[in-house]
Nanobody
Framework: QVQLVESGGGLVQAGGSLRLSCVVS????????LAWYRQGPGKQRELVAR???????SYADSVEGRFTISRDNAKSTVYLQMNNLKPEDTAVYYC???????????????WGQGTQVTVSS
């Protein structure tokens, strides 16, 4: 019922930019924190950036200063602007949402299916 759909991934040269989007849909009462994770080949999934409902953002050290997370609560969408991309940024990027369901108000964590980002050198 709740669905997270990422878009914006692709192939880019080192130093380039991409903007990822994630639309959260379904029977939702309130979206709390939103986050982006990534998982590179042979690596564990790691937190890239997180943003609270009020807009407070935090970043992994590896992307600080290069990536910007933002959200549009009216559109139930979270973005990840990625600048000065590096080959080590190559990964599948996953959208993550902490939200409360409508009617039941049950709180849970939901994941998108991921979007591939490949940075060539």
């Amino acid at each position: 019922q709740v669905q997270l759909v990422e878009s914006g991934g692709g192939l880019v040269q080192a130093g380039g930019s991409l903007r990822l989007s994630c639309v959260v849909s379904g029977s939702i009462f309130r979206i709390n924190d939103l986050a982006w994770y990534r998982q590179g080949p042979g690596k564990q999934r790691e937190l890239v950036a997180r943003i609270s409902r009020g807009g407070s953002a935090s970043y992994a050290d590896s992307v600080e200063g290069r990536f910007t997370i933002s959200r549009d609560n009216a559109k139930s969408t979270v973005y990840l602007q990625m600048n000065n991309l590096k080959p080590e940024d190559t990964a599948v990027y996953y959208c993550n949402a902490d939200l409360s369901r409508a009617i039941s108000l049950a709180r849970g964590v939901y994941w998108g299916q991921g979007t591939q980002v490949t940075v060539s050198s």
